[in-house]
T-cell receptor, first 112, second 116 residues
Framework: GQQLNQSPQSMFIQEGEDVSMNCTSS?????WLWYKQDPGEGPVLLIA?????ELTSNGRLTAQFGITRKDSFLNISASIPSDVGIYFC????????????FGDGTTLTVKP | EAQVTQNPRYLITVTGKKLTVTCSQN?????MSWYRQDPGLGLRQIYY???????DKGDVPEGYKVSRKEKRNFPLILESPSPNQTSLYFC???????????????FGPGTRLTVL
């Protein structure tokens, strides 16, 4: 099946630092999504992107839909301890609306 | 409270013993889906359903069955579980099957399955 390559796999940062992670694919996606999974829970949608080039913010989080439609980026500014968790990108294509493809996740650790 | 519920939350079973993991949502959502999560592999879609009596395969459907007889329930059935189906399973639902609200997937709390 299709694959989303998410990087980095893990990050260890100090509280207050900014974080960047990205997701790339060999396929074009019509929708890019970013989720966060807290320990012991299911993923929660953070940001949805619908147009190439779109830049969307949700508090300290900013995500961008790549111009080529084959990548997406998530930035977290001024990280805090509760940002700890696994961040997943996901892509959807209009040609197969029911299917969702997820990246492998970026595990974020924030040291106080 | 609007939610997706899964039962059981934890299950240890043996190879070949049929089991069902239930998923129920109380939000009148049209779309439902099952995923499995394995270390280093992220979430992989098993099956999804666009509406009652409409189901389709995801990326890893082998060894699983589903049914959607009512809108609120989407059980995952393992007819003959094997150790490689040991995983963390998530059910999800979303309000629509098209448009932007379609992407608002709500996930259940997960079911941790161990097959010995």
């Amino acid at each position: 099946g299709q694959q989303l390559n998410q990087s980095p796999q893990s990050m260890f940062i100090q509280e207050g630092e900014d974080v960047s992670m990205n997701c790339t694919s060999s396929s074009i996606f019509n929708t890019w999504l970013w989720y966060k999974q807290d320990p012991g829970e299911g993923p929660v949608l953070l940001i949805a992107l619908y147009k190439a080039g779109e830049l969307t913010s949700n508090g300290r989080l900013t995500a961008q839909f790549g111009i080529t439609r084959k990548d997406s980026f998530l930035n977290i500014s001024a990280s805090i301890p509760s940002d700890v968790g696994i961040y997943f990108c996901a892509g959807r294509q209009n040609t197969n609306a029911g299917k969702s493809t997820f990246g492998d996740g970026t595990t974020l650790t924030v040291k106080p | 409270e609007a939610q997706v519920t899964q039962n059981p939350r934890y299950l240890i079973t043996v190879t070949g013993k049929k089991l069902t993991v239930t998923c129920s949502q109380n939000m009148n959502h049209e779309y439902m889906s099952w995923y499995r999560q394995d270390p280093g592999l992220g979430l992989r879609q098993i099956y999804y359903s666009m509406n009652v009596e409409v189901t389709d395969k995801g990326d890893v459907p082998e060894g699983y069955k589903v049914s959607r007889k009512e809108k609120r329930n989407f059980p995952l059935i393992l007819e003959s579980p094997s150790p490689n189906q040991t995983s963390l399973y998530f059910c999800a639902s979303s309000p629509r099957t098209s448009g932007r609200r379609y992407n608002e997937q709500f996930f259940g709390p997960g079911t941790r399955l161990t097959v010995l």
